[in-house]
């Protein structure tokens, strides 16, 4: 249940971040379209996230000691320009134009799944 919280949560996030950020696009036929693209997206970004954030924090740990986690900021633009590279080979309606896109992009998708997680309680443990 919580996956599916996780993953609703930040697809809302890419629907936000759809309306504030120029650069950063669905193009679905219908509501129903887009919604199931943003859940798509979102799947994916979780999983890019998931796989190749702790990797590259290995082993760029340099540059973010170097930077004081400012690198953090650029890694976390070419994770979501990944997303919109895997997306389009996907044949999935979501377009991000460049870096600076997915600079601004990938930060308002993180301060609204930020937002929206402390607003939505999570998952009670059940140990």
Do not use: H
């Amino acid at each position: 249940m919580g996956f599916l919280i996780r993953l609703a949560i930040t697809a809302i996030a890419l629907w936000v971040t759809t309306l504030v950020v120029p650069g950063v696009e669905v193009t679905g036929r219908s509501g129903a379209n887009t919604a199931f693209t943003l859940v798509v997206v979102a799947l994916i970004f979780g999983v890019v996230n998931a796989v190749l954030k702790p990797v590259i924090q290995v082993v760029g740990c340099v540059f973010y000691l170097l930077t004081l986690g400012l690198f953090a900021l650029v890694v976390n633009a070419l994770l979501f320009l990944l997303t919109d590279w895997i997306a389009g080979k996907l044949d999935l309606p979501f377009r991000v134009d460049g870096f600076w896109a997915a600079f601004w992009g990938a930060i308002v998708v993180a301060v609204v799944s930020w937002v929206i997680s402390v607003v939505v309680p999570d998952a009670p443990d059940r140990r």
